[in-house]
Each structure stands twice: as C-alpha cells, then as structure tokens.
C-alpha cells in the first residue's frame, strides 16, 4: 500500500487533479515502520512540524484502537 501511494506521489505531480505530495508523505507514513530511509524521512518531517506529527501519532493511535474494539487486530490469535 504505501509504494502504491508512493507512485501516485509524481503521477499527482503532473496531473492537477491529485495531489501528489499529500499521496508521496502518506506513502512515507505507512512504511515508516518497515524501511530506515522512510522512518528517517517522517523523522525530518517530526522536526519540522513536530505539532502535525504529534496529531497524526494520535489519530494512528485512535484507528488502532477503534480495530481493536471491533476485533479487527488479533495480532498473536490463533487461526483455527
């Protein structure tokens, strides 16, 4: 998911329609976790917008919660 939004980062560059560096960052967001480059990249982003960066930890916190209310995150259920 977040190389596809990543590919949609310069397609929206070009096309006036998308916003492609809104699509770029949330790319960047959702692999944070996975790849160093990415992770160090919303750390540059945390320091120069450390409020947005506080909001958006928050508001990924609160999906992450809503899921679990709802039983969508079962990280260590069995399956059977």
């Given at each position: 998911m977040?190389y596809?939004?990543?590919?949609l980062g310069?397609?929206?560059?070009i096309?006036?329609?998308?916003?492609g560096?809104?699509?770029f960052?949330l790319g960047?967001?959702?692999?944070?976790?996975?790849?160093f480059w990415?992770?160090?990249a919303?750390?540059?982003?945390?320091?120069?917008?450390?409020k947005m960066?506080t909001?958006?930890?928050?508001?990924?916190?609160?999906a992450?919660?809503?899921?679990?209310k709802?039983?969508?995150w079962?990280p260590?259920a069995?399956?059977?």
């Amino acid at each position: 998911m977040g190389y596809g939004l990543m590919a949609l980062g310069p397609v929206g560059l070009i096309l006036p329609i998308l916003p492609g560096a809104v699509f770029f960052g949330l790319g960047v967001f959702v692999l944070r976790d996975q790849h160093f480059w990415a992770g160090r990249a919303f750390g540059a982003f945390a320091g120069r917008w450390p409020k947005m960066a506080t909001r958006i930890a928050l508001m990924e916190d609160a999906a992450w919660d809503r899921a679990r209310k709802i039983g969508a995150w079962r990280p260590f259920a069995s399956k059977g």
